[in-house]
């Protein structure tokens, strides 16, 4: 042993006697490693990207029996088998809940109860009452002894929306669909609408919950934050929206794009109600016929809940269909420094839509951030030491250090105005697209008072300070906002902003975001990027693997930006079968 040591002692000093060219370390080889996957590991890594369980032991045998020369065509069949099996479509809703990450929805008063559904609400007779398990809404009467209790009270046979094919009995005139009612001082009151009060549905004295039960719910609000029952929480259901969308455009071979840009979207009865019950606080009038007939719609649905009369059925739904406020229509534009009648509504634009993110993400310049992150991998992060910038002069996005992620949070926080929260009472806060439909903007909602009505809790004192005219996010002078108020709500970028390296074609709202992502060639290679680290199992650096990202990106796009055949190109890569 101590001639080994010294030995190598020798060696050492020898090294460093001698020239450094005698020293250098053997050249590091740029040929990827020979760790090539035997089969039955290749069939196991298959199994667990596409279906997140390993194969059965049948599997495994098959794959053995098989001759080595067709094992390659064998595993090809099984990713194909795979990808048609509704462990894919599960696969699926757990990826998008990891990449589209959205907080619960929890709008409403104290957060998540009260009327964050925007409806009426009816609840349950005790079992040991005159009727048991019937439905009654305090509304009408605050005591349910009153009606529970009543031998004469009036009890209707209801098909309800939220269980079609069956028949639940309701008391008194919350059963009827008496649309309109006077109230104690001769007016109208529209019993289609939601009017403030704890758990006070649409239903003043004497008004029905609508056909089929449309303007009630059988919850108390959004339940006091129950987020985990898809069953028994309405409240679930906008915050799995996302991912259930994503699930379904892989599914049916939809375009991933329709992400950003679709009209569409999926939802059970739970979340469809929601929608139908925005859109007429907003100032619809009409219900949808059969919106929440799951048995008489034949559009696409998930492959979970292939029952036709099954409402909890993920189906798919122009949205304009249930809100008709957001719009089917592709090339909306808006300018409201050029006319003071309201816009006909918002373009609905998938995700960038959807009430559950624009509710998790409350304001402008965080819905921004997070779509930009999300969907073209965008990084805000603080801005080198060093760096100078110009002095803050009222605006972030032209000075201040604040300038680092403004200049690019600003012209996308554009598109992201017209959804809040804060059109009815006090103590509720309802979902609203100001300046369309019943909710127009006047000089008192933006000057900042409080309260500048006592019909009204708007949201002005915010808006006071963040539509600032003359920045960059509110590009509308002082004498146009004069004139007419709403200009500052203007949501469309002008021809003279760039975002992602694109210009914007004069689409309005969150749709012209979303065709900005998709032009500017953002959303493919964030998309890419986000699939190959989910089905590889890392992450592409773009930084030193561009002309990789390229090609895949090229791949992607030629597949019309297809989920299930980019992710069998993936799975034919080397790298997926190397053992990494």
């Known amino acids: 042993m101590q001639a080994v040591r010294l030995g190598l002692l020798s060696a050492l000093l020898a090294c460093a006697a001698h020239a450094q060219d005698q020293c250098q370390k053997p050249p590091v080889s740029t040929e990827p490693p020979k760790d090539t996957l035997t089969d039955t590991r290749v069939l196991r890594r298959v199994w667990l990207a596409l279906t997140g369980t390993t194969p059965k ?12 020369e067709q094992r390659a065509a064998a595993l090809d069949a099984e990713v194909d088998t795979l990808l048609a099996s509704p462990q894919f479509y599960e696969q699926m809703v757990r990826f998008g809940h990891e990449w589209l990450a959205v907080p619960a929805y929890t709008k409403g008063a104290l957060g998540d109860a009260y009327q964050g559904d925007m409806s009426g609400h009816l609840f349950k007779c005790a079992g040991t ?43 008194g005139k919350a059963g009827t669909p008496t649309a309109t009612v006077l109230d104690a001082m001769g007016r109208t009151v529209d019993c289609g609408l939601a009017s403030g009060g704890y758990y006070d549905p649409t239903i ?78 907003q100032g619809a009038t ?18 979970v809940h292939p029952t036709p009369e099954d409402p909890q059925a993920w189906r798919e739904f122009v949205v304009e269909s249930l809100n008709p406020y957001l719009l089917a229509r592709r090339d909306y534009a808006f300018d409201p420094r050029t006319t003071t009648q309201a816009p006909e509504g918002l373009p609905a634009a998938g995700v960038l839509t959807m009430m559950g993110p624009l509710s998790a993400f409350p304001r402008e310049r965080v819905r921004a951030a ?38 690019a949070l600003d012209p996308a926080a554009i598109f992201f105005k017209r959804w809040d929260f804060g059109a009815g009472s006090y103590y509720v806060p309802w979902p609203f697209m100001p300046g369309v439909g019943r909710w127009r903007v006047d000089a008192a909602w933006v000057s900042g008072r409080y309260p500048h009505s006592a019909a009204d809790n708007s949201p002005g004192f915010r808006w006071k300070n963040a539509f600032v005219p003359g920045t960059v996010m509110t590009p509308t002078t002082a004498a146009e906002a004069t004139a007419n108020p709403e200009a500052l709500l203007l949501d469309t970028m002008p021809a003279t902003y ?29 998309a890419v990027r986000k699939l190959y680290a989910r089905f590889v199992g ?8 561009s002309p990789y990202l390229e090609a895949l990106t090229r791949e992607f796009v030629a597949g019309d930006r297809k989920v299930k055949p980019f992710v069998k190109h993936l799975i034919s890569q080397p790298e997926f079968r190397r053992g990494l």
């Open 57 to 68: 032991a049948a599997s495994y045998e098959a794959l053995v029996a098989t001759p080595v």
């Open 129 to 171: 009452t005159a009727h048991p398990g019937a439905l009654y809404s305090v509304g009408e009467n605050a005591s349910p002894g009153m009606q529970c209790d009543s031998t004469t009270v009036e009890v209707n046979a209801v098909e309800p929306w939220w269980a079609p094919g069956t028949s639940v009995a309701v008391l």
């Open 204 to 281: 003043a004295a004497g008004c029905g919950c609508g056909p089929n039960l449309a303007w009630c719910a059988p919850l108390s609000g959004l339940n006091a934050g129950s987020n985990y029952d898809l069953f028994n929480a309405q409240r679930r259901h906008p915050f799995e929206e996302p991912a259930r969308l994503l699930a379904h455009l892989a599914w049916h071979d939809r375009p991933l794009s329709d992400l950003v840009v679709g009209n569409y979207s999926v939802g059970t009865n739970w979340l469809r109600a929601l929608y139908v019950r925005e859109g007429r606080q």
């Open 286 to 303: 009409d219900v949808p016929v059969n919106w929440w007939k799951a048995s008489a719609d034949a559009s696409p649905r998930d492959p």
């Open 370 to 407: 997070r779509f930009l992150e999300m969907f073209a991998c965008s990084s805000f992060t603080p801005p080198p030491s060093g760096l100078v910038f110009p002095p803050y002069e009222g605006d972030p996005a032209k000075g201040g250090t604040c300038l680092h992620c403004h200049r």
């Open 498 to 526: 760039s975002l992602l390296g694109a210009t914007s074609d004069g689409t309005m709202g969150p749709l012209g975001f979303g065709k900005l992502l998709v032009t500017s060639g953002s959303f493919d290679r964030c």
């Open 538 to 545: 890392r992450e592409l650096d773009p930084t030193v693997e």
